[in-house]
């Protein structure tokens, strides 16, 4: 048994292919893991806020010393990071806007990237705090950027892969459902993408 999260980034619920990829994941996980348990955090519906001095403040603000007012300015920070160490295994949409992430996706990274929390600084550099965790990313896009000419201008599975070894989590399979924007490559995108679910 595993505790699977789910973390959602598509705004167009059940069209998502990105949703449809990280659902067909998490079919295969509960297959392979019976009685596994899924929480999903929907981040469209979730509404995590962009960083502003409230969260900032809080954020360097020791534990001991904040003040009710950090606390809720912390709250989505500290609800995200729990879920996270609770999780077992992380399945993140991502669909491919504009060559990178959607904004609710950068926003709740942002919440989960937190010096002494989930990373620190020492005389080696950065460590990553979060450990002994497995993610998948299904991420879905009208272009093909796995091969060929538009691979350079894929900052999709780079940056994801960087931030969250960032934070100590390397184990990393990348899932696509690509070409659904492409005449001919369209109808089977989605097809392909769930064919290609291989679990390690």
Same mark, same amino acid.
């Given at each position: 048994?595993?505790?699977? $999260? ?17 659902? =067909?994941? *998490? ?11 899924? @929480?999903?955090?929907?981040?469209? %519906?979730?509404?995590?806020?962009? $960083?502003?001095?409230a969260q900032i403040a ?17 709250? @989505?920070?500290?609800? #995200?990071?729990?879920? *996270? ?8 949409? #991502? ?8 904004? =609710?996706?950068? #926003? ?11 990373? !620190?600084?020492?005389? %080696?550099? =950065?460590?990553? $705090?979060?450990?002994?965790? !497995? ?8 272009? *093909? ?21 960032? *934070?100590?989590i390397s184990d990393i ?7 659904? #924007?492409?005449?001919g490559v369209q109808d089977? =995108? ?7 679910? @291989?679990?390690?």
């Amino acid at each position: 048994m595993k505790k699977i $999260l789910h973390i959602i980034s598509s705004p167009r619920g059940a069209a998502s292919l990105s949703i449809q990829l990280g659902n =067909a994941i *998490i079919k295969q996980l509960i297959g392979k893991y019976p009685g596994s348990i899924v @929480h999903e955090n929907n981040l469209v %519906n979730e509404q995590f806020p962009h $960083l502003e001095e409230a969260q900032i403040a809080s954020f360097f603000t020791p534990a001991q010393s904040r003040t009710p007012e950090n606390i809720l300015a912390a709250k @989505h920070s500290d609800d #995200a990071i729990d879920e *996270i160490r609770e999780a077992d295994i992380i399945v993140i949409g #991502a669909p491919v806007y504009n060559f990178g992430i959607p904004s =609710a996706l950068k #926003a709740w990274i942002d919440h989960i990237v937190r010096s002494g929390v989930t990373f !620190k600084y020492d005389q %080696n550099g =950065a460590a990553g $705090l979060i450990n002994g965790k !497995k993610i998948y990313i299904a991420m879905a896009s009208g272009g *093909i950027y796995s091969d060929g000419p538009m691979k350079p201008f894929d900052f999709v599975e780079p940056y994801l892969k960087h931030i969250f070894s960032f *934070i100590g989590i390397s184990d990393i399979t990348v899932f696509r459902v690509e070409g659904s #924007a492409i005449p001919g490559v369209q109808d089977t =995108a989605l097809e392909k993408g769930i064919s290609s679910i @291989h679990l390690n």
